[in-house]
Nanobody
Framework: VQLQASGGGLVQAGESLRLSCAAS????????MGWFRQAPGKEREFAAV????????AYADSVKGRFTISRDNAKNTVYLQMNSLKPEDTAVYYC??????????????????WGQGTLVTVSS
């Protein structure tokens, strides 16, 4: 599966942004989908994950209550709604697909496919 992330940009603190990740192929609904982020000089970290059918989600503590992950399997797309953005949310955001096993995957090494990343910059 190929993933294409989009929707990044420059926003001010407190504003919102929605990222999208479009997937190719007809088996999108068989993948758990995650969002990760990587700030300059830091390791890639988990942000959110959603189960195959979209009924279950999990979040990193740093984004819980502000970010919402969702998916539309008919459109082969996963979203990350980001509200109340903070300067520390500045990072390149990546979407990823996990083919098998438990959908609750918090390590980047559990994912099989990655998008190219989209930059989110939050100014103070």
């Amino acid at each position: 599966v190929q993933l294409q992330a989009s929707g990044g940009g420059l926003v001010q603190a407190g504003e919102s942004l929605r990222l999208s990740c479009a997937a190719s192929g007809r088996t999108f609904s068989s993948y758990a989908m995650g969002w990760f982020r990587q700030a300059p000089g830091k390791e890639r970290e988990f942000a959110a994950v959603i189960s195959w059918g979209g009924t279950s989600t999990a979040y990193a503590d740093s984004v819980k209550g502000r970010f919402t992950i969702s998916r539309d399997n008919a459109k082969n797309t996963v979203y990350l709604q980001m509200n109340s953005l903070k300067p520390e949310d500045t990072a390149v955001y990546y979407c990823a697909a996990k083919a098998k096993g438990d959908w609750r995957a918090y390590s980047q090494y559990e994912y099989n496919y990655w998008g190219q990343g989209t930059l989110v910059t939050v100014s103070s």
